[in-house]
């Protein structure tokens, strides 16, 4: 079965250090690729995207991610973390490359950032 | 612009009974999809609806049901609630079936 893992359910990083978040998943083909960012009793909010092109895509926020097909990753980094950054992170893929098929999701990392 | 929009924000609801849910897509988009988020898991894929028709559906059972109206609008339906269905539904709208999606906050679910 497709599946996407976010091997760390927490992490916690000190405002002004820098972070990545990590993500895998189970397939061959290139998918479509997603982070999104989750404020306690929010909806979703989309921080970056990659479909094709340039494996290192710029989002908001200051977040980037880069894409590395061989070890079927989409990493997610910041060079430098703000108190309001805390929050779950959801890394999603469309197994299906713009099919019917929904947002496949990992089961999200929590964020703490330390004074 | 507006975002997505859902209604109620929170609902109690008994086991066996039926839920409705509303949601109305972003300004410009036809195709909504949605969600089911269990407390401390991602997201979990319900179906998608374009031009008013279900055109993907994931592995959920044929009492989660749903329309899309000619606004783009939508409706998820759900019948016999059991426990395990408490969970925030999200909708999430998009231009075309290849869209990015643009979640709503969600519908806070509870089943007792």
């Known amino acids: 079965a497709q599946s996407v893992t976010q091997p760390d359910i927490h992490i916690t990083v000190s405002e002004g250090a820098s972070l990545e978040l990590r993500c895998n998943y189970s397939y061959g083909a290139t998918p479509y690729l997603f982070w999104y960012v989750q404020s306690p009793g929010q909806g979703l909010q989309l921080l970056l995207k990659y479909f094709s092109g340039d494996t290192l895509v710029q989002g908001i926020k200051g977040f980037e991610a880069e894409f590395k097909r061989s070890q079927s990753s989409f990493n997610l980094r910041k060079p430098s973390v703000h108190w309001s950054d805390a929050a779950e992170y959801f890394c999603?893929?469309?197994?299906?490359?713009?099919?019917?098929?929904?947002?496949?999701f990992g089961k999200g990392t929590h964020l703490i950032i330390q004074p | 612009e507006t975002g997505v929009t859902q209604s109620p924000t929170h609902l109690i609801k008994t086991r066996g009974q039926q839920v409705t849910l509303r949601c109305s897509s972003q300004?410009?988009?036809?195709?909504v999809s949605w969600y089911q988020q269990a407390l401390g898991q991602g997201p979990q894929f319900i179906f998608q609806?374009?031009?008013?028709?279900?055109?993907g559906r994931g592995n959920f059972p044929p009492r989660f049901s749903g329309l899309q109206f000619p606004n783009y609008s939508s409706e998820l339906n759900v019948n016999a609630l059991e426990l395990d269905d408490s969970a925030l539904y999200l909708c999430?709208?998009?231009?075309?079936?290849?869209?990015?999606?643009?979640f709503g906050s969600g519908t806070r679910l509870t089943v007792v």
């Open positions: 609806y374009y031009r008013e028709e279900e055109n």
């Open positions: 999430a709208s998009s231009l075309g079936e290849q869209g990015t999606d643009t």
């Open positions: 300004s410009g988009h036809n195709t």
């Open positions: 999603a893929v469309d197994f299906s490359g713009g099919g019917a098929d929904g947002l496949t």
